[in-house]
């Protein structure tokens, strides 16, 4: 959902964790094109653009508009896993 500077903080830590593999994939939604929409530009141009993150993370985050996305969007994500951590992500979080 939109918010201040805590939401940006707890997006990008969220990110950055599922990117580097030091926390467990999780669907990461983002309601709102209108609040976000500006912030995923600035990704795709800067971050993406200079070379500081690869094509593939913009797929660890979604925007969507409507509470019937989200739920689409968590559904799909566990379609095609279940709710307990892989043995890969577990051994992962035991090594932090």
């Known amino acids: ?3 201040g500077f805590g939401t940006m903080d707890e997006l990008f830590e969220a990110l950055t964790l599922i990117q ?3 926390g467990r994939k999780m669907p990461v ?5 209108r609040f976000w929409g ?7 141009s ?3 653009g200079d070379g500081m ?3 593939e993370d913009l797929d660890l985050f ?3 508009e409507t509470a019937d996305e989200v739920l689409e969007g968590i559904f799909h994500f566990y379609e095609n896993r ?3 951590p892989s043995d890969s992500e577990t051994e992962q979080l035991l090594d932090l």
């Open 29 to 33: 939604i983002l309601v709102g094109n």
């Open 1 to 3: 959902m939109p918010g």
């Open 46 to 48: 800067q971050l993406l």
């Open 53 to 55: 993150i690869s094509p």
């Open 20 to 22: 580097t593999g030091k």
């Open 38 to 44: 500006g912030l995923v530009d600035w990704i795709r």
């Open 82 to 84: 279940t709710f307990t």
């Open 62 to 64: 979604k925007v969507v």
